[in-house]
């Protein structure tokens, strides 16, 4: 991408974002991870620029907080803004969880206040596996930002009895369920009578309930 190109892509970005607004969006995150575009700027395994979107961590992060600025400068205040990272390229000379940390922190200031840490997503991985395998690096996000951040955190988190146990020991503010909901529809309904809360029944689903 050209300088000029980048300059067209953070407006683009922008005008998303007056868009979701307009459709009524409550909360938009901004995806900077698993490869695509903005986690190619902020890794050095994929960013090998020369020019000042390239080199230094400084120069890495430019182009997120370019478009995280011009997305908060058209986003409603009243309405939250967030940011999905790959908080970990599991490669010594990739990005690492510092970075993500330091990163995290100054769009704190910038407006963001949801943080989603998912992982990895440049080349093959090399980092943990297992349940749960990405709470840490939640934990570490969310202990380092203020209270009033919104720290999420996903990867193999299947049962109900999991998601709680993440919350309840403060690794983590919320989960995001996606495989195992994507297999089970159902799945916050299920979690819900385990725990016994309250199941919500979407009027879409209503031929659903049980």
Do not use: C
Not at 95 to 103: E, F, G, M
Not at 113 to 140: C, R, T
Not at 175 to 183: M, N, P, Q
């Amino acid at each position: 991408m050209t300088e000029e190109q980048i300059a067209v892509s953070v407006q683009s970005w922008a005008e998303a974002a007056k868009r979701a607004d307009g459709a009524g969006f409550d909360m938009i995150p901004i995806h900077a991870a698993h490869g695509y575009l903005i986690h190619q700027f902020l890794s050095p395994l994929s960013n090998k620029r020369t020019d000042r979107y390239g080199g230094s961590w400084e120069n890495r992060t430019r182009y997120l907080r370019e478009i995280v600025q011009a997305v908060a400068a058209v986003w409603p205040e009243d309405k939250a803004l967030g940011i999905r990272f790959s908080g970990e390229d599991w490669v010594e000379d990739g990005w690492r969880t510092a970075d993500t940390i330091k990163l995290a922190q100054e769009l704190y200031s910038y407006g963001v206040h949801a943080f989603d840490l998912s992982s990895a997503g440049l080349g093959p991985y090399y980092g943990p596996n297992g349940f749960g395998y990405q709470v840490p690096l939640a934990q570490a996000v969310k202990h380092s930002l203020p209270d009033d951040a919104f720290v999420t955190a996903v990867g193999k988190i299947t049962e109900a009895s999991q998601a709680e146990q993440i919350l309840v020991t403060g690794q983590a503010d919320g989960v995001s369920i996606a495989r195992a909901a994507l297999g089970d529809p159902q799945w916050p309904n299920r979690a819900a009578q385990k725990l016994g809360a309250t199941k919500a029944h979407p009027a879409h689903y209503w031929q659903g309930r049980w």
